[in-house]
């Protein structure tokens, strides 16, 4: 059984983090690669993550959907439907996730999701109304 004691605990520079997500961007980098590279744990390291237009309907309607490992792990699905009303446009924008981590970090999504999709819906409908 391990000895309670000291432990090294490493502080990590937000150019550094940033960089490190930078390179597991790269076309044919393995994030294996990045973190051994890197000394680091490859959990720190954001997985690949590349969403696919699944449906279109321009200019009504917008769906996307992204996956890690076939969708088994975690599958995010994005939707945007535009509808005019008498005073202007309604944007429905909607998410959902499914996979094995999905209900796992529910209690996370469920408070960090909102406010990130109010952002996103704000700084679209400040685009729009320029």
């Keep these: ?3 309670p004691g000291p432990r090294t605990t490493y502080k990590y520079s937000e150019e550094f983090k940033a960089t490190a997500v930078k390179l597991c ?3 044919g980098v393995a994030i294996k690669d990045v973190a051994e590279s890197l000394y680091i744990h490859r959990y720190h390291l954001p997985a690949k993550y590349n969403p ?3 449906e ?3 200019p009504n309607y917008f769906r996307w959907r992204a996956h890690m490992l076939a969708g088994i792990i975690f599958t995010n699905y994005k939707e945007f439907v535009l ?3 008498g005073t202007g446009t309604r944007l429905t924008h909607t998410e959902s996730f499914k ?3 999905a209900p796992i970090f529910r209690g996370q999504m469920e408070k960090g999701v909102p406010p990130v ?3 996103m819906n704000k700084a679209l409908k ?3 109304e320029k």
Excluded: F, H, Q, Y
Aim: proline share 8%; no cysteine.
């Design 117 to 119: 999709l109010n952002s």
């Design 56 to 58: 279109l309907d321009e």
């Design 126 to 128: 400040d685009l729009a």
């Design 25 to 27: 961007r790269l076309p």
């Design 1 to 3: 059984m391990p000895k």
């Design 52 to 54: 696919v237009i699944t």
């Design 83 to 85: 509808e005019e009303t």
């Design 99 to 101: 996979g094995l981590l």
